[in-house]
RNA sequence: GGCGGCAUGGCCAAGUGGCUAAGGCAGAGGACUGCAAAUCCUUUAUCCCCGGUUCGAAUCCGGGUGCCGCCUCCA
């Protein structure tokens, strides 16, 4: 049984699907005029996991992240660089897949675009406006949010506590300070569109009700998102979209996602004090930057630098030379049907139980911290294992080791995505590399046994200065890319 | 001003009533090794403070202190 924390009702929930074996699953996807940055990373790695463990769980999961690629702030990049606005939009969107795509993020099922959705849009906008929950003043169409009693259950907030305290700029307009735009008019040279309130853009709230009720219907399950998202936009979408259909809820669960902090301070745009993930990627391989981002609870605040990153890394090296050594062992080697007994059979229950804890630790609202400690205790008893005394490749021990391998790959690959992220680094060549290796280990153990240490420390010391690390094991000499 | 969150060993971080408070990083000692590396073993916590509830609390309640977030674009 799967729970989750769902943010409207404050509490965990059991899962339960709009339809059996099917998760119709939507996050909100970033504004592109810029790079992502590292908080922008972590919803969409969080939520990739979600989807990923989902999908282990046995569900079909339809997942949606949107675009916002026509907004105020595209406009007045734009503006800056001398560049169409859709342009600019577009480029940004093209170096949002190379990030993510990089981070091991799955692509979704649909990445809607707003404009391409304008029609959508206009369309849900009047249906609203025809239901009596928005007015139009000057070719503005502004959502009434004194006409949806229901506004403000989400972040909850009661409106007339909120005018008392806020800081809302008056426009003299709106029948409330709270009230939202839905449709705004362009000014000359901006992207604009014909409606029936003039030419203008949608506003920002706008587009995700409309492109997540496009593609998942009404009533889906999942809606994710960083935690500022859920005041006002997700309280926004909440009223557009209820306000459009009559019918809640709009969506079952909702998930926000904690920050990333700076020297505890929330990384943001507006700060300044943001790292863009490519910046990070050129000092950390993209696995470690995945890693770190599950390595606390998604809703817990996570706190950036380089030595928390450093850390990580080590941690995840470790569970990488298990892993390492479990392919070796099995390399060429046929599983087949016995029973195993003493140590084998002992290992071998260890890792259905590892599996078990790091489902149940996952079931419980997503806790890959724990999920993660798990692959680290198993870790450990496989190690133990293959060190023993007298551990021989037998037909038992290549079933254990088999098992311990699924294993690895099914939560630690297929789940977290924290292995083999690394591969594009290493472009494939002839295998003229690969074979001049192996030649200098060959010839290192030949100086060895001869009790060369001179040549062979000196074969070892210059392969490590290009990254190339060897280990001598009892099994002979392995080497990894360091 | 309104609303909300957090405070666990040197650092990071699980754990929301009950066996000896997970796991990682760092440190110390040891095993293995030609030396390393990798790996393993040993070792470091009365859970911010005060009061309360309870047979029993890191975990619930009240108060305090500190930090952070939302209320305006922000993942």
């Given at each position: 049984m799967i729970k989750l924390y769902n943010t409207l009702t404050r509490r965990k929930e059991e899962l339960k699907t709009r339809e059996a074996g099917k998760v119709y699953m939507y996050v909100c996807g970033p504004t592109t005029y810029n790079y992502i940055h590292l908080g922008n990373a972590r919803p969409i790695v969080v939520f990739d996991t979600v989807r990923r463990y989902l999908e282990y769980r046995g569900y079909q999961v339809i997942y949606v992240q949107n675009f916002t690629d026509v907004d105020d702030k595209i406009i007045n990049r734009a503006k800056e660089e001398n560049m169409d606005a859709i342009k600019l939009a577009e480029k940004y969107i093209e170096e949002y897949f190379e990030d993510a795509d990089a981070l091991g993020v799955k692509r979704a099922d649909y990445h809607p675009r707003v404009t391409e959705h304008i029609d959508d849009i206009i369309d849900m906008i009047q249906t609203i406006m025809d239901n009596g929950y928005a007015y139009e003043v000057d070719g503005e169409v502004y959502f009434d949010?004194?006409?949806?009693?229901?506004?403000?259950?989400l972040s909850r907030r009661d409106l007339d506590e909120m005018r008392a305290g806020a800081r809302v700029e008056v426009d003299e307009r709106k029948k409330d300070p709270l009230d939202f735009v839905l449709w705004k008019p362009a000014k000359p040279g901006e992207p604009a569109w014909d409606s029936p309130w003039g030419k203008g853009r949608p506003g920002w709230h706008i587009e995700c009700s409309a492109m997540s009720l496009k593609y998942l219907?009404?009533?889906?399950?999942i809606h994710g998102g960083g935690y500022d998202l859920i005041f006002p936009h997700h309280e926004n979408e909440i009223a557009q979209a209820e306000a459009c259909t009559k019918e809640a809820p709009f969506v079952r669960y909702w998930m926000h996602n904690g920050f990333i902090t700076v020297n505890q301070e929330k990384m943001s745009k507006s700060l300044g004090n943001f790292f863009l993930v490519r910046e990070i990627l050129d000092k950390f391989s993209p696995d470690v930057v995945r890693f770190y981002l599950l390595?606390?609870?998604?809703r817990s605040p996570l706190d950036f630098d380089d030595q928390k990153l450093e850390m990580n890394a080590k941690g995840l090296e470790k569970l990488k030379n298990t892993r390492a050594r479990l392919w070796e062992l099995l390399k060429g080697n046929v599983v087949e049907d016995v029973v195993l007994e003493g140590e084998n059979r002992r290992t071998y229950q260890a890792v259905q139980e590892a599996r078990r804890k790091f489902e149940e630790a996952m079931d419980d609202d997503f806790n890959t911290a724990l999920g993660i400690a798990v692959l680290f205790e198993i870790s450990k008893e496989i190690n133990n294992y293959i060190n023993q005394r007298d551990f021989y490749l037998g037909k038992q021990q290549v079933k254990v080791i088999s098992e311990c391998q699924k294993l690895f790959d099914q939560l630690g690959k297929e789940v977290l995505g924290i292995f083999d992220l690394d591969a594009g680094n290493q472009?494939?060549?002839?295998?003229l590399e690969e074979f001049l290796i192996e030649l200098l280990i060959d010839v290192r153990q030949q100086a060895r046994s001869k009790k060369d240490w001179n040549t062979a420390d000196y074969i070892r010391d210059r392969l490590a200065e290009k990254g190339i690390i060897l280990e001598d094991t009892p099994q002979g000499c392995r080497w990894k890319r360091g």
């Amino acid at each position: 049984m799967i729970k989750l924390y769902n943010t409207l009702t404050r509490r965990k929930e059991e899962l339960k699907t709009r339809e059996a074996g099917k998760v119709y699953m939507y996050v909100c996807g970033p504004t592109t005029y810029n790079y992502i940055h590292l908080g922008n990373a972590r919803p969409i790695v969080v939520f990739d996991t979600v989807r990923r463990y989902l999908e282990y769980r046995g569900y079909q999961v339809i997942y949606v992240q949107n675009f916002t690629d026509v907004d105020d702030k595209i406009i007045n990049r734009a503006k800056e660089e001398n560049m169409d606005a859709i342009k600019l939009a577009e480029k940004y969107i093209e170096e949002y897949f190379e990030d993510a795509d990089a981070l091991g993020v799955k692509r979704a099922d649909y990445h809607p675009r707003v404009t391409e959705h304008i029609d959508d849009i206009i369309d849900m906008i009047q249906t609203i406006m025809d239901n009596g929950y928005a007015y139009e003043v000057d070719g503005e169409v502004y959502f009434d949010v004194r006409s949806f009693p229901d506004y403000g259950k989400l972040s909850r907030r009661d409106l007339d506590e909120m005018r008392a305290g806020a800081r809302v700029e008056v426009d003299e307009r709106k029948k409330d300070p709270l009230d939202f735009v839905l449709w705004k008019p362009a000014k000359p040279g901006e992207p604009a569109w014909d409606s029936p309130w003039g030419k203008g853009r949608p506003g920002w709230h706008i587009e995700c009700s409309a492109m997540s009720l496009k593609y998942l219907f009404n009533g889906f399950d999942i809606h994710g998102g960083g935690y500022d998202l859920i005041f006002p936009h997700h309280e926004n979408e909440i009223a557009q979209a209820e306000a459009c259909t009559k019918e809640a809820p709009f969506v079952r669960y909702w998930m926000h996602n904690g920050f990333i902090t700076v020297n505890q301070e929330k990384m943001s745009k507006s700060l300044g004090n943001f790292f863009l993930v490519r910046e990070i990627l050129d000092k950390f391989s993209p696995d470690v930057v995945r890693f770190y981002l599950l390595s606390t609870h998604y809703r817990s605040p996570l706190d950036f630098d380089d030595q928390k990153l450093e850390m990580n890394a080590k941690g995840l090296e470790k569970l990488k030379n298990t892993r390492a050594r479990l392919w070796e062992l099995l390399k060429g080697n046929v599983v087949e049907d016995v029973v195993l007994e003493g140590e084998n059979r002992r290992t071998y229950q260890a890792v259905q139980e590892a599996r078990r804890k790091f489902e149940e630790a996952m079931d419980d609202d997503f806790n890959t911290a724990l999920g993660i400690a798990v692959l680290f205790e198993i870790s450990k008893e496989i190690n133990n294992y293959i060190n023993q005394r007298d551990f021989y490749l037998g037909k038992q021990q290549v079933k254990v080791i088999s098992e311990c391998q699924k294993l690895f790959d099914q939560l630690g690959k297929e789940v977290l995505g924290i292995f083999d992220l690394d591969a594009g680094n290493q472009v494939g060549d002839s295998g003229l590399e690969e074979f001049l290796i192996e030649l200098l280990i060959d010839v290192r153990q030949q100086a060895r046994s001869k009790k060369d240490w001179n040549t062979a420390d000196y074969i070892r010391d210059r392969l490590a200065e290009k990254g190339i690390i060897l280990e001598d094991t009892p099994q002979g000499c392995r080497w990894k890319r360091g």
